[in-house]
């Protein structure tokens, strides 16, 4: 680990760019979401005004519906895997500056670990449970 040679004002700038561009994707994946749900909901049902209020999804919902859930998974492992990046970069960079090489080799570690995320694009700790969020609403 001796051969390390990093410059954490460097590491700082690329830090923020990416939290910055983070924040987009993160922006973008809930507009996401939220026009998928408008467009299931105006694509039409099967069924016209017979059923009442609550008719029933047509086809077109449904297959953006069933997209959406196949894709949460995808969406909640980039998330995840994208905060423990940059979290372990600052953390190892951190330890590095303080003249502890041998925590940020074990940060580093730790921030690479594959993250396990669930169906619905939750987190799942080594408990088998799912994370909770520091701020994140229960």
């Given at each position: 680990m001796s051969a390390w040679d990093i410059k954490p004002s460097d590491v700082s700038g690329v830090l923020k760019k990416t939290a910055t561009a983070a924040e987009?994707?993160?922006?973008?994946?809930?507009?996401?979401?939220?026009?998928?749900?408008?467009?299931?909901?105006?694509?039409?049902?099967?069924?016209?005004?017979?059923?009442?209020?609550?008719?029933?999804?047509?086809?077109?919902?449904?297959?953006?519906?069933?997209?959406m859930e196949h894709k949460a998974q995808e969406l909640g492992y980039i998330a995840v895997r994208t905060e423990r990046s940059l979290n372990g970069a600052y953390d190892a960079t951190t330890e590095y500056a303080q003249g502890d090489l041998a925590m940020a080799a074990n940060k580093q570690s730790q921030a690479i670990k594959e993250p396990v995320i669930d169906d619905k694009g939750q987190e799942i700790g080594p408990d088998g449970k799912p994370v909770e969020k520091p701020g994140a609403p229960k």
């Open positions: 987009a994707m993160s922006t973008a994946g809930t507009a996401m979401q939220e026009a998928l749900k408008s467009a299931a909901s105006s694509a039409g049902t099967l069924s016209g005004p017979y059923c009442g209020v609550e008719a029933p999804m047509g086809p077109v919902g449904g297959a953006l519906g069933e997209f």
